[in-house]
Nanobody, 125 residues
Framework: QVQLVESGGGLVQAGDSLRLSCVAS????????MGWFRQAPGKEREFVAS????????NYLNTVKGRFTISRDNAKNTVDLQMVSLRPEDTAVYSC??????????????????WGQGTQVTVSS
């Protein structure tokens, strides 16, 4: 049974930082790219960042480049998302995901097979 559990969300003010963590279990996740998505109320799920199997390459949504950093620790089966200079428009439920598609740096929902339940991030102005 594959399980992804996120943590680290919360209510912060604009300009603050948060670090989200995702712990994976049930498979050898070092074989797969991983990513973070977000979904705001009334909006579609949106790609935020992805990271290659070894962690050597990353991919970001343009609006978070320079503010968010994705990283992974394959020994611990974790993937983190460090977020700085948060903005109210970053408010959403953030979910981590595992891609078994074989795509090196996936960014489409259809390329990810396993999803966590998500953690709420709320940024007040």
């Amino acid at each position: 049974q594959v399980q992804l559990v996120e943590s680290g969300g919360g209510l912060v003010q604009a300009g603050d930082s948060l670090r989200l963590s995702c712990v994976a279990s049930g498979r050898t996740f070092m074989n797969y790219a991983m990513g973070w998505f977000r979904q705001a109320p009334g909006k579609e799920r949106e790609f935020v960042a992805s990271i290659s199997r070894t962690g050597g390459d990353t991919n970001y949504l343009n609006t978070v480049k320079g503010r968010f950093t994705i990283s992974r620790d394959n020994a611990k089966n974790t993937v983190d998302l460090q977020m700085v200079s948060l903005r109210p428009e970053d408010t959403a439920v953030y979910s981590c995901a595992v891609s078994t598609s074989g795509v090196y740096l996936p960014r489409w929902v259809s390329e990810f097979a396993y999803w966590g339940q998500g953690t709420q991030v709320t940024v007040s102005s």
